[in-house]
């Protein structure tokens, strides 16, 4: 079946520094791939989305591109904030089946520091 | 505006006992999901709706129960709870197909069930 493998967190990271990180998935066929984004307390929120290779997400600075050849999504900002620590959750959705189910990585907790 | 609604937000049971979380959404969705988030485990499916009266297994349904009567709510029941079933559960909507089938999934903020 499908599956999502994202690096495990926590994420330290200061103030302005470059993040990254790896999201890889296993799945049949061209299947959606999603980042969502966590908030204490919160709901998941989708930040950002790509539905075929090559293409690129952006939204708040930050940055995702699809990569059929290596199965790849990986998460970037190119200088962090306090604010964006949160859980970051990778996800694909493969089709249009019954319900248009989406599968989750394991999320990956991102720690900023002022 | 409200989105996904989920109620309650905070709830302990003692083992065998039984209760409802309720999920109301206002956009006029037609998809609706639970999920239960484990430390380390991302979020799992545990049961669907592809519209009003229709309900589906996802990945983990056993010992849950659900039911779609009204379009706008989705109920999750534990019939006999079991500490197994501690966790934070999550509720979303989606717009069905025939809109975009790229609509993204909207959540509730989520409740947090403790089973002892």
């Known amino acids: 079946g499908d599956s999502v493998t994202q690096m495990e967190g926590p994420v330290t990271l200061s103030e302005e520094a470059f993040l990254t990180i790896n999201c890889t998935y296993t799945a049949t066929g061209y299947p959606s791939l999603f980042w969502y984004v966590q908030y204490p307390g919160e709901g998941l929120q989708l930040l950002l989305k790509a539905t075929k290779a090559d293409d690129k997400g952006s939204n708040k600075g930050f940055e995702a591109t699809y990569r059929k050849e290596t199965t790849s999504f990986h998460l970037e900002k190119g200088s962090v904030q306090v604010s964006d620590s949160a859980v970051y959750f990778c996800?694909?959705?493969?089709?249009?089946?019954?319900?248009?189910?989406?599968?989750f990585g394991g999320g990956t907790r991102l720690m900023v520091k002022p | 505006n409200a989105g996904v609604t989920q109620t309650p937000k905070f709830r302990v049971l003692k083992t065998g006992q039984s209760m409802t979380l309720l999920c109301a959404q206002d956009m006029n969705h037609e998809y609706m999901y639970w999920y239960r988030q484990d430390p380390g485990m991302g979020l799992r499916l545990i049961h669907y709706s592809v519209g009003e009266g229709t309900t589906a297994k996802g990945e983990v349904p056993d010992g849950y129960n659900v039911s779609r009567l009204k379009k706008q709510n989705f109920l999750l029941g534990l019939e006999s709870a079991a500490p197994s079933q501690t966790s934070v559960y999550f509720c979303?909507?989606?717009?069905?197909?025939?809109?975009?089938?790229?609509?993204?999934?909207?959540f509730g903020d989520g409740t947090r069930l403790s089973i002892l």
């Open positions: 979303a909507s989606r717009a069905g197909q025939v809109y975009d089938s790229n609509q993204p999934q909207h």
């Open positions: 996800a694909l959705r493969n089709g249009g089946g019954a319900g248009n189910m989406l599968t």
